[in-house]
């Protein structure tokens, strides 16, 4: 056996997040790595990458027991990770990004030579049958080529354990397949054993020669790839089916024949196929789909923040010219998923943040502020949401997630919106705020919004909304009433690559 | 460590640093209190009102610099063009008062110092080149431009009534020092009043949130910089009020010691925040210890090694104290 991990455990500040996980890896396989977020993948990876140094349990190489206590000692060992995020420098070129850090150096002590550089990475990429532009700067290859570069600087040192975490996520059908010929060819030629973590279950399903399926931090069962179905590998990852709770009907205001909110045509990003969405006042509706799979771009497109075709009408009202700013004043307003990348301005006050979006539409004549409306306003809000500590004068930057999250969701429902997309709105905050969270999204519709909510928490879609539709691959794959899904289902339909349902 | 323990130090460790930050607002204002108590009592022919005076009539050009700057800077760019701006708006002004008349040279110079403001805004907010390169391009353009249309000789034949703009006084209190405090008063009342101060600070704190929240980021970075450039113009007017001459190599400073004066402030260059009176307190600063330098008979060369301590010192407790904040 080339690699075994017993009896793997590692806490974070006293919550464990792996609790005893066993795992194996032969040379020559493909062995696939499934869980749903939070599972614990990740964190096995990185145990195994050398990155925690405090782990608990045993792991052996060849039969002999090493501990890994930092990066340096894994990749001595033959273990290369490839993480989702590249780590490749976009102005150097392709041959020296593979020998990045090992240059060979020139006659001259400080000097590279570069010509046996390129030499040596192009032999490298060959020995993979991976063909590879190698004078071209990163910046200008596609998200696959970029992808194989990062695989032929893995294995440029001898690798025997490669390890990848979600390499698809970005890719073209076709670049896929290339992956996993090369992929194939490694395992095969080279005996690599590769872990492969994925969220797509049919790709994982045909590729993996086993495949262990993690839940809470623990192993659930490991078996052969080819025993599995996408539904019955949907049902292990989510464990024993909770009925989602259905809510009253009238809480959600969402009688049939209510007017439309949101009613989106032929929306089209850079002639990916075009999407048809509509959203009635009241209504809540739930947006599924994978990392990668287009949601945050079909959102940032909806209020024109990116660029695309077809037609987009608020409160039946058509949006000519799409942009943010005019997004809300029609009334269309966005929370962004990175609150504090993209969402607020963590310099400012709390008060500042929530009047950001509502103050040149209800707060002021001729640019000049309403005396005194911008206190009055923060101080609702900040009472509504019950934002601790209630200073209006605060600092965002100084505020917990939760608080700052509340902040967001103030800032859009401040601005009297006709339609608000919420993207991850509840991502990374406490238990306590996520319910008061889903009380002011659901009062929000009470109040006569028509909403989208984009989340990776399956529990959290299947609670608040009224209907989900999925995303795969930049396309609607499908719309549900909330009835007709389980959380097995959901993923299932979420897991399924277009075309192939 | 239980979550109650940890939330109440939290809670402890947050009530401190309030403290702190408090502290460090108005720590500039008591070393200034101080330094001025100093002065008073050590430096000789300080404590004048002509020597006040004095004081204020000479940095008032560099606080009207000194307030637009803030505005930039606070949505975290800056001008390096102020000072081209400042010597064309005073040739300008000074060619058309001898040859038309003085109010068209006036109203000239202001408008031609909010074309180079727009211009910069234009590069910087819609053909998205950072506010340094395009400041400095357009700081060498409108300087070489002033060279070829004066041959880099000074406009001479102002009348001599138009040094009231300069040097005169209303009452004690100089001429440059009320337009100074008008331009102070209207830049706070922009970021006090106004939708756009409000998003001034929004831009700069986070200028995608600030877009994806429907604030037209463009369009403010654009007004800030056409601001600083009407700003400078007026400060390029009041200064052909002190020389009565057109001097194209003029104001060539402008830019760093209003950068310096606003820094000093308190006010950090990353961006969304920044107060009007750190600009002015700033200002008055870094011309009183000037002053006080030339009263005790230290030479006028010790100057800028001084001015270059004075910002390292201010801004290094301010951001190593930031610094430490952090890391806890």
């Known amino acids: ?433 996520k319910a008061e969270l889903h009380n002011q999204i659901r009062l929000a519709a009470q109040q006569g919004a028509g909403i989208l909510v984009i989340s990776d928490d399956l529990d959290e879609l299947l609670d608040l909304s009224d209907r989900i539709v999925v995303m795969t691959a930049g396309a609607m794959s499908g719309s549900f009433r909330k009835a007709e899904l389980t959380r097995a289902s959901l993923l299932a339909n979420m897991s399924r690559l277009p075309g192939r349902a | 460590m239980t979550p109650v323990d940890g939330d109440s130090a939290a809670i402890r460790r947050e009530k401190a640093a309030w403290r702190w930050a408090s502290l460090s607002t108005y720590a500039l204002a008591i070393i200034f209190v101080l330094l001025l108590i100093g002065f008073c009592l050590w430096v000789p022919h300080f404590a004048t009102w002509a020597n006040f005076a004095n004081v204020l009539q000479r940095n008032s050009i560099i606080g009207i610099v000194a307030c637009g700057m803030l505005l930039m800077i606070v949505t975290g760019g800056f001008d390096l063009s102020v000072g081209a701006v400042g010597a064309m708006s005073s040739v300008v002004a000074a060619a058309l008062i001898v040859q038309v008349s003085m109010p068209l040279g006036i109203v000239a110079a202001l408008l031609l110092g909010l074309a180079v403001g727009v211009v910069n805004g234009f590069f910087i907010a819609k053909i998205g080149i950072n506010p340094f390169v395009t400041t400095l391009a357009t700081q060498v353009l409108v300087t070489g431009f002033l060279f070829v249309g004066t041959a880099a000789q000074p406009v001479y034949g102002v009348p001599e009534s138009f040094t009231v703009l300069g040097l005169g006084r209303i009452g004690p209190i100089p001429i440059p020092t009320i337009i100074f405090a008008a331009v102070a008063t209207v830049t706070w009342a922009i970021l006090r009043f106004t939708t756009l101060g409000h998003y001034i600070y929004i831009v700069g704190g986070n200028k995608t949130a600030a877009r994806l929240a429907g604030i037209n980021v463009d369009r403010v970075i654009l007004t800030t910089y056409a601001l600083g450039g009407l700003f400078a113009a007026i400060a390029g007017v009041v200064l052909l009020g002190q020389t009565n001459i057109g001097q194209p190599a003029s104001a060539a400073d402008w830019p760093l010691t209003a950068i310096a004066a606003v820094v000093v402030g308190g006010v950090p260059l990353s961006g969304g925040v920044g107060q009007v009176w750190s600009a002015v307190l700033g200002t008055l600063l870094l011309g009183v210890i000037a002053n006080a330098l030339n009263l005790i008979g230290v030479s006028p060369f010790w100057q800028p090694a001084v001015t270059g301590a004075v910002i390292l010192v201010a801004v290094g407790l301010d951001s190593y104290q930031r610094k430490q904040r952090e890391l806890r």
């Not at chain 1, 993480?83 to 001259?108: C, H």
């Not at chain 1, 998200?143 to 695989?151: F, K, L, N, R, S």
């Not at chain 1, 045509?265 to 799979?293: F, K, M, T, Y």
């Open chain 1, 1 to 433: 056996m080339l690699l075994e991990m017993r009896d793997i455990r590692k806490s974070f500040s006293g919550v464990q997040v792996l609790r005893g996980v066993d795992f194996s890896l032969k040379a020559g396989e493909i062995h696939a790595l499934v869980g749903h977020n939070g599972a614990g993948k990740s964190t096995l990876m990185k145990v195994l990458g050398g990155n925690y140094a405090d782990y608990d349990g045993e792991v052996r190489l060849d039969g002999e027991e090493v501990r890994l206590g930092a990066p340096r000692d894994a990749l001595q060992r033959g273990v290369a990770i490839i993480y989702q995020d590249f780590s490749l420098v976009p102005d150097l070129t392709v041959a020296e990004n593979i020998a990045l850090g090992r240059e060979p150096r020139g006659r001259l002590s400080g000097t590279i030579a570069y010509g046996r550089l390129r030499d040596r990475s192009k032999q490298e990429a060959e020995r993979l049958g991976i063909a590879l532009p190698m004078d071209m700067p990163v910046r200008r290859l596609g998200v696959g080529a970029q992808q194989m570069t990062e695989i032929v600087r893995a294995c440029s040192q001898d690798v025997r354990i490669l390890v990848m975490d979600e390499p698809t996520a970005r890719l073209a059908p076709a670049e896929r397949e290339l992956l996993f010929a090369t992929m194939r060819r490694m395992a095969a030629e080279q005996q690599v054993g590769i872990v492969y973590i994925s969220h797509f279950l049919d790709e994982v399903r045909r590729l993996a020669d086993r495949i262990t399926i993690m839940r809470d931090g623990a192993v659930v069962e490991t078996g052969a790839g080819s025993s599995y179905t996408v539904d019955s590998l949907a049902k292990l990852l989510v464990g024993h089916e909770i009925v989602a709770s259905l809510r009253p009907t009238q809480a959600g205001g969402a009688a049939d024949g209510a007017r439309e909110a949101l009613n989106v045509r032929g929306l089209s990003i850079h002639g990916r196929p075009p999407i048809d969405l509509s959203i009635r006042r009241g209504e809540i509706v739930g947006l599924a789909g994978l990392v990668g799979s287009g949601r945050t771009r079909f959102a940032r497109a909806l209020i024109g923040d990116v660029r695309s075709a077809g037609r987009v009408e608020v409160g039946g009202r058509l949006m000519k010219r799409r942009n943010p700013e005019r997004a809300t004043r029609y009334g269309l307003v966005l929370t962004p998923e990175d609150r504090k990348a993209s969402g607020l301005a963590l310099t400012s006050s709390v008060e500042a943040n929530i009047v950001a979006s509502a103050l040149g539409k209800l707060l002021a004549t001729a640019g000049i502020v309403h005396p005194g409306s911008r206190a009055r306003m923060a101080l609702d809000m900040i009472q509504r949401f019950a934002i601790r500590p209630p200073a209006r004068k605060k600092i965002v930057g100084q505020l917990s997630g939760g608080n700052a999250q509340k902040v967001l969701l103030a800032r859009a429902v401040a601005s009297r919106p006709k339609v608000m997309v919420l993207d991850q709105p509840t991502a990374g905050v406490d238990i306590g705020a």
